[in-house]
């Protein structure tokens, strides 16, 4: 997704997205759909992050991914990914996180990841 970045901290990776004219719907606010494929994308690399498989070049798959909008980004707002892994098995990583913007939250979600072949839980 054009424009996404990302930063390793002390809880994980964290996502930054920049709103800009190709991310807006015609009502002028973030789409849900960008909002939505940011959220997969933090969610996912957090995942990846847990299991140490960054490297490998394999990625988990989403499996089932639920979210709760709750409020639009204008153009020019900066949206903050973050993510935290709830627990992981053998084959399946369960992890939560939030968009935020300006302290609101603007998106939340959860979902279940298929883990990689020969990932294991960290």
Same mark, same amino acid.
């Given at each position: &997704?054009? =424009?996404?970045? +990302? +930063? +390793?901290?002390?809880?994980?990776?964290?996502?930054?997205?920049?709103?800009?004219?190709?991310?807006?719907?015609?009502? =002028?606010?973030?789409?849900? =759909?960008?909002?939505?494929?940011? @959220?997969?994308?933090? @969610?996912?690399?957090? /995942?990846?992050?847990? @299991?140490?498989?960054?490297?490998?070049?394999?990625?988990?798959?989403?499996?089932?991914?639920?979210?709760? &909008?709750?409020?639009?980004?204008?153009?020019?707002? @900066?949206?903050?990914?973050?993510?935290?892994?709830?627990?992981?098995?053998?084959?399946?990583?369960?992890?939560?996180? +939030?968009? /935020?913007?300006? =302290?609101? /939250?603007?998106?939340?979600?959860?979902? /279940?990841?298929?883990?990689?072949?020969?990932?294991?839980?960290?």
């Amino acid at each position: &997704m054009g =424009g996404l970045r +990302r +930063r +390793r901290t002390a809880e994980g990776i964290e996502t930054a997205l920049l709103v800009a004219p190709q991310h807006l719907n015609p009502n =002028g606010t973030t789409h849900g =759909g960008v909002l939505m494929t940011m @959220l997969d994308i933090t @969610l996912g690399m957090n /995942v990846e992050a847990c @299991l140490k498989s960054e490297a490998s070049g394999r990625h988990p798959i989403t499996v089932q991914l639920n979210c709760n &909008m709750m409020l639009a980004a204008p153009e020019g707002a @900066l949206v903050i990914g973050q993510a935290r892994v709830d627990g992981s098995s053998k084959t399946m990583t369960w992890v939560s996180g +939030r968009l /935020v913007a300006d =302290g609101r /939250v603007l998106m939340t979600g959860t979902a /279940v990841f298929r883990n990689p072949p020969s990932a294991s839980p960290a």
